[in-house]
């Protein structure tokens, strides 16, 4: 399956973003999703993750409460409603989809990567 990741820019800290991902190649509702993100000089970290029917999602405890994935199994897209954005939020955001049907927040869990997105934060 190839990923189109979309929506980064740069924001003011408290203003929302929308990031999307676009999916193409086999059939979308088979595989599990997530984003991940890496901030300059850190390794890449798990954000969020959606089963495959969108049913189920869960998210890293740095960003609950202010992030939410989202997908829509007829659009073929995922999408990551960021709200409250702080600086520390500031990063490339991939979006990958796993074999597995279910919630997995772990990279090597993950077979297909989009080519990410970059948020900036500014304070």
């Known amino acids: 399956v190839q990923l189109q990741a979309s929506g980064g820019g740069l924001v003011q800290a408290g203003d929302s973003l929308r990031l999307s991902c676009a999916a193409s190649?086999?059939?979308?509702?088979?595989?599990?999703m997530g984003w991940f993100r890496q901030a300059p000089g850190k390794e890449r970290e798990f954000v969020a993750a959606i089963n495959y029917s969108g049913h189920s999602t869960t998210t890293a405890d740095s960003v609950k409460g202010r992030f939410t994935i989202s997908r829509d199994n007829v659009k073929n897209t995922m999408n990551l409603q960021m709200n409250s954005l702080k600086p520390e939020d500031a990063a490339v955001y991939y979006c990958?989809?796993?074999?597995?049907?279910?919630?997995?927040?772990?990279?090597?869990?993950?077979?297909?990567w989009g080519q990410g997105t970059q948020v900036t934060v500014s304070s």
């Open positions: 190649g086999r059939t979308f509702s088979n595989y599990g």
């Open positions: 990958a989809a796993s074999r597995y049907l279910g919630i997995k927040d772990l990279e090597r869990d993950y077979d297909y």
